[in-house]
């Protein structure tokens, strides 16, 4: 008569790999940063561009371009750096809304059309990109709970650590 042994859940025969790491929570991975990054740093050039082709800007525009562009660039970075900060992402969001919103609120599609869609443009583009990101996060999170669920240990299959 044959003597049945227990094999413990976790031998040298049976190795089970968890799953990587999303790329949405590894640091300097995640594109929508990376975009969100160019364009902090189109709006900081883009004064220089509209002003040069002779666009009469008020002073106001391109103060709130150049702040704009510098926040979006800082905080993508610092994004890109720490990708599971949702703030940061929160952050993204109302600096497009910002841009959405200061064209008319310092009247400049009357004085420079060009301007006022540079802004509803990156603005809506900041938007889109943050939601997305965001998205992004709930998604890689749920899979990830998913993934803990599947591989974690049944009660009855644990032994004690000795």
């Keep these: 008569m044959a003597v049945l042994q227990r094999q413990p859940f976790f031998s ?7 799953p990587a790491e999303p790329a949405t929570f590894r640091p300097w991975h995640r594109w929508q940063d990376w975009l969100n990054l160019v364009v902090g740093l ?11 082709y002779g666009a009469t ?3 106001e525009a391109g103060v709130t371009t150049i702040i704009a562009g510098t926040i979006i660039c800082g905080v993508s970075l610092w994004s890109l750096a720490e990708p599971e900060t949702v703030e ?6 109302l600096a497009g809304v910002w841009l959405i ?8 599609p009357v004085s420079d059309p060009y301007q006022a869609l540079n802004h509803w443009a990156t ?6 990109l943050s939601l997305w990101a965001l998205m992004d996060r709930a998604a890689a999170k749920e899979e ?16 004690p650590v000795s």
């Design 42 to 52: 189109w709006l900081w050039v883009c004064p220089g561009i509209f002003n040069a």
């Design 57 to 59: 800007s008020p002073a």
């Design 123 to 128: 603005g809506t583009i900041a938007i889109v």
């Design 12 to 18: 040298a025969e049976h190795t089970f790999e968890l």
């Design 101 to 108: 919103l200061t064209p008319a609120m310092f009247g400049f």
């Design 144 to 159: 990830q709970a998913e993934d803990d669920a599947y591989y974690s240990v049944p009660a009855t299959q644990r032994r």
């Design 88 to 93: 940061l992402e929160v952050i993204l969001l």
